[in-house]
């Protein structure tokens, strides 16, 4: 077989009201309404791909500091160009570089100057599974979760304040997701690629100008393992999806099952 993929039940429940919001809905008059796709309540893969991406990061930091692990390819990079002061800070000591992680570089040629001067750059680990700016990562597809919920069932905050779920009234009302409601989706992980000679748990060879999967140099991860620590273990550490926490919003619990 060229491909070998695994696939994981992503189950999440709330434990909160949950808020993860789409844009405003003209048609339906419903101010601030929540995310639905062809009529159904989702958590868009983006979001759950953001929390995710910021536990997996977490984890890097934390594994290095402990592990005084001053590798910096084992850096999680910011996967974006624009930095908060505080991130500002993060530069260095936490995080590796600038910017996020690319593939190929883009190396200075003649009098050419290129992105990446004559500095070639590595993918980091967060990068690595969930993919870079040209190039895929090993987590395949973080999914849209559905609710089991019909729209039917979502209530607006502000008319709601008397049930106290959510404390303070909105001075617009917003949809919300009620407590317990149940969202499933499947995950795809690349476990081989035997045609691009990829392993999960592997430094990847790559044609083009890049450091490449640096942080796994001369190593070799138990595939079973990498996906326990960085993917099980990391998803089921989020414990907060969506937006409007101050309003008592978006506690959750998140439940991997697999491979299936
Ligand atoms: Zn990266
Ligand atoms: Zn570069």
Redesign the pocket.
């Known amino acids: 077989m060229a491909i070998k993929e695994e696939g994981y039940n992503i189950v999440l429940e709330t434990l909160d009201p949950c808020r993860v919001g789409g844009v405003e809905d003209k048609l339906s008059g419903i101010h601030n309404p929540v995310t639905k796709v062809g009529g159904r309540v989702c958590i868009p893969g983006a979001s759950l791909k953001g929390a995710y991406r910021t536990k997996i990061e977490e984890f890097l930091i934390d594994t290095n500091t402990r592990t005084n692990n001053h590798d910096k390819a084992s850096k999680p990079c910011i996967p974006s160009t624009k930095l908060s002061s505080n991130e500002e800070k993060l530069i260095g000591k936490y995080r590796d570089r600038r910017g996020a992680c ?1 593939y190929p ?2 190396l200075e040629e003649g009098h050419r100057r290129g ?2 001067g004559n ?3 590595p993918i980091c680990p967060a990068c690595y599974l969930l993919g870079a700016a040209g190039l895929n990562g090993f987590v395949r597809t973080v999914p849209f979760l559905f609710a089991d919920t019909s729209t039917s069932q979502l209530y607006s905050a502000a008319m709601d304040r008397a049930t106290n779920t959510v404390k303070e009234g909105a001075n617009r009302p917003y949809e919300v997701i009620p407590s317990h409601t149940r969202f499933e989706g499947e995950m795809v992980i690349l476990i081989e690629d035997t045609i691009l000679g990829w392993r999960l748990g592997e430094p990847r060879t790559a044609a083009d100008k ?1 450091l490449g999967d640096a942080w796994l140099n001369g190593k070799k991860l138990d595939p079973d393992k990498l996906i326990k620590e960085y993917v099980k273990d990391r998803l089921e550490s989020i414990q907060w999806i969506g937006g409007y926490k101050s309003k008592g919003c978006g506690r959750v619990k998140i439940k991997v099952e697999g491979p299936i």
Do not use: A, P, Q
């Open positions: 690319h570089c883009d992105k990446c500095e070639r750059h890049t």
